[in-house]
């Protein structure tokens, strides 16, 4: 038996089980021996019986004396089995276990039972009570070593496979399988212990420090392997086909001289950093990021003005319309002058039918656009430069698309977001590309003030609002929804638009949102940009990109619905220009989480600070899109809390490739295995 092995094949586990966790996405012993445990629970020595509601679950063994069934409200159940400590103290020793509406359990039950029971007690009446708990029935029969007397572990389970079931089908394996069929993948510089004893621990663990020396070791496991994912991957850029795309930098030093305002430290070293790549022969992969208003769009340009002066396009691919129109704008009053053909080139792609936007030369040397650039006739003859911006919003092939458009050699890649990363995040999904970073922000800027307010004082935010307008300025108000949901309490911009026209006229107001189609979007934002429009009513369609200094004023309802770094990037439109500048987050939530929340971003405006915020908030498991998923799942792994292990992975997976870019060496075969494992996640996550 070895970790290939199809668990249909093992004698002891019969074909309806092997059919079980195959749909449990359990086939090979491999497979079975990596589904580790959710939770432990130590059955050396139980609980006692709880004798009033407690903050932790408790784990507790005892003998069933009652069972009751209860039916109230037409249809309804209630189930209580009472069990009691075969070691009772004066204090207790009696404890209710209760389903409602589960009727699977009341076939289960019988007195004279011995069941273990886990969950958090609450009393409820003259009874302790624990509220649908976890439970395994202790059968007396030669397995109680494996079930009892030991930390147990508590696997993930399934209709037809009960944790206790499997417990003892990965106990039978681990009996029969030899530690040479467990060839250890990490080398001993990086975790000494064999990785046939990290697995064993992991599912049966001796003690508590076993168990995390073997955590430990399952871990850089994982996270050796995405890095050797991530190191392949830049030594294959490294050594694709590539030509310098870097003129003498005349028309980007007019273009600096011709800015009514001097660039900031940190733009003038990215500049110089994009252009020591532009002018290497191997293909540039670059990331920009830093906070909102910081000048990334600046770098960009001048980045594209190299590329050009060397005779090659450059392109700029923005995620929404309002985007690209507005950098089509922007190039447009600042290129001019210095005689750049820039082209637009947005629109929607429909099978056998195709309508875009098209302005400018039809030989441009830039060409700005949506995804209507990853198509034909998008207008690229030469291609040397590929900008994408809000890089978040386009998938891994979108990207491989638009590089396709440069043909056998590929382009220099500058990707940006307005999201500043924090450095875990930056090493653990980026780390295939070099990183610039602006963290300054350009003289000049309004500052920032933001508040929460309940829904009762809205009347005053509005009396705000007006104050503002009639001095001069715009605001926006954000909504959450489109329309009305029935499922969410959250209001909706398209029904809240008639009210607020009414509480600022004559101010003119105008709506945007998703649904809304492109020409007419450009219509609202360009009106809203000349001041023709005050007031903006709008979805999450504003977030990035848009830019009018004259709007000082943002009001957030449903604040707690926005994520931390969605509502920095939303106050990120605002103190664009030299006015002050307010932004009112509305919320009607009471609890602590999200009241917590907010006041990060009252705190600070610092992008840097609520980007670590929020990773440490939302946890590693629930910011990850599906875009990364092949290459940073990970079963054990948090990136956030062990930075440390993340980095000594990366070190040495980067070490291994500098040496060895082919893996073969005789010491890098479990490197070689880790990676394939990697491509293989990936592949299966992308088909």
């Known amino acids: 038996m070895n970790l290939e092995t199809p668990l249909v094949e093992l004698d002891f586990v019969p074909h309806l089980r092997a059919r079980q966790l195959a749909r449990f996405g359990l086939v090979t012993v491999g497979d079975l021996l990596l589904h580790f445990p959710r939770r432990y629970e130590d059955r050396r020595e139980f609980d006692k019986f709880p004798t009033d509601t407690t903050e932790g679950a408790v784990c507790v063994c005892g003998e069933v004396t009652r069972t009751q069934l209860k039916r109230f409200g037409g249809s309804q159940k209630m189930f209580d089995v009472m069990i009691e400590d075969s070691n009772p103290t004066a204090f207790g020793g009696r404890l209710v276990l209760r389903w409602f509406n589960q ?21 409820s009446g003259s009874n302790m009570t624990i509220m649908h708990p976890d439970f395994e029935i202790v059968e007396d029969d030669a397995e109680e070593s494996i079930h009892l007397k030991r930390i147990a572990p508590i696997h993930g389970a399934t209709e ?23 060839p250890t993948l990490l080398p001993p510089k ?12 992991m599912h049966f663990p001796e003690s508590y420090e076993s168990l995390e020396k073997a955590r430990r070791h399952c871990v850089l496991e994982e996270f050796l392997r995405m890095q050797l994912s991530v190191a392949a991957s830049r030594s294959e850029q490294q050594h694709e086909p590539g030509a ?35 002018a290497l022969p191997r293909p540039m992969n670059r990331l920009l990021h830093g906070d909102v208003g910081s000048g990334k769009t600046l770098v960009a340009m001048s980045a594209m003005l190299l590329c ?3 005779g090659y396009q450059a392109a700029l691919m923005a995620p929404t319309q309002i985007l690209a129109e507005q950098h089509y704008l922007n190039f447009r009053s600042l290129l001019d002058p210095l005689g750049i053909r820039v082209a637009l080139r947005t629109g929607s792609r429909r099978e056998g039918n195709e309508t875009p936007l098209f302005a400018g ?28 911006d809000e890089q978040h919003k386009f998938g891994v092939l979108q990207r491989a698309k638009l590089r396709a458009q440069a043909g056998d050699i590929a382009p220099d890649v500058l990707v940006m977001t307005a999201t500043p990363i924090p450095r875990t995040l930056t090493m653990t999904l980026y780390g295939d590309l070099d990183v610039s970073i602006l963290d300054e922000l350009p003289p000049g800027r309004g500052k920032i003030i933001t508040g929460i307010r309940p829904p009762t004082k809205l009347p005053d935010a509005a009396k705000f609002i007006r104050t503002e307008l009639e001095a001069g300025r715009q605001c926006y108000i954000v909504y959450p929804l489109v329309e009305e949901s029935e499922k969410l309490e959250a209001k909706s911009a398209t029904v809240e638009f008639e009210k607020w026209k009414k509480l600022l006229a004559p101010m003119p107001c105008a709506m945007i949102h998703g649904r809304i189609p492109p020409e007419e979007k450009e219509q609202i934002m360009a009106r809203f940009r000349s001041g023709e429009a005050k007031a903006l009513i709008a979805t999450t369609v504003i977030e990035v990109g848009v830019d009018v200094p004259n709007a000082t004023v943002m009001l957030i309802e449903n604040a707690e619905r926005f994520g931390l770094a ?3 990037q939303l106050r990120g439109r605002i103190g664009r220009g030299g006015h002050k500048s307010y932004c009112v987050l509305m919320t009607s939530a009471d609890d602590p989480e999200s009241i917590a929340k907010l006041q990060v971003l009252v705190e600070t405006t610092d992008g840097f600070r609520v980007a670590e915020e929020d990773l440490r908030q939302r946890g590693w498991g629930n910011l990850l899109g599906t875009e990364q998923a092949g290459k940073t799942t990970f079963r054990l792994g948090d990136p956030i809390a062990q930075l440390d292990l993340m980095q000594l992975a990366r070190n040495h997976a980067f070490l291994i490739f500098e040496h060895d870019p082919t893996l073969s ?12 494992a990697a491509r293989k996640a990936t592949f299966a996550q992308v088909s």
């Open 190 to 201: 990086l975790d000494p212990v064999s990785r046939a004893w990290a697995l064993r621990q």
């Open 566 to 568: 969605q509502l920095h």
């Open 160 to 182: 037809g496979l009960t944790p206790r079931l499997i417990r003892w089908i990965v106990w039978s394996v681990l009996e029969k399988l030899t530690d040479e069929a467990v």
């Open 103 to 123: 009727h699977w359990v009341e076939k289960i039950f019988a007195n004279g039972m011995r069941v273990v029971a886990y969950g958090k007690p609450k009393r």
């Open 665 to 676: 060496r005789r010491e890098h075969a479990g490197a070689k295995q880790l990676l394939a």
């Open 308 to 310: 050009v002066e060397s």
């Open 361 to 388: 030369d039809s030989t441009p040397q830039i060409l700005i656009g949506t995804h209507a650039l990853l198509y034909e006739g998008a207008g690229f003859t030469k291609l040397g430069l590929a900008v994408i």
């Open 244 to 278: 310098a795309h870097c003129g003498s930098g005349e028309l980007m030093r007019q273009l600096h001289a011709a800015l009514p305002f001097p660039l900031t430290g940190a733009q003038q070293r990215a500049i110089a950093e994009v252009q020591h790549d532009l």
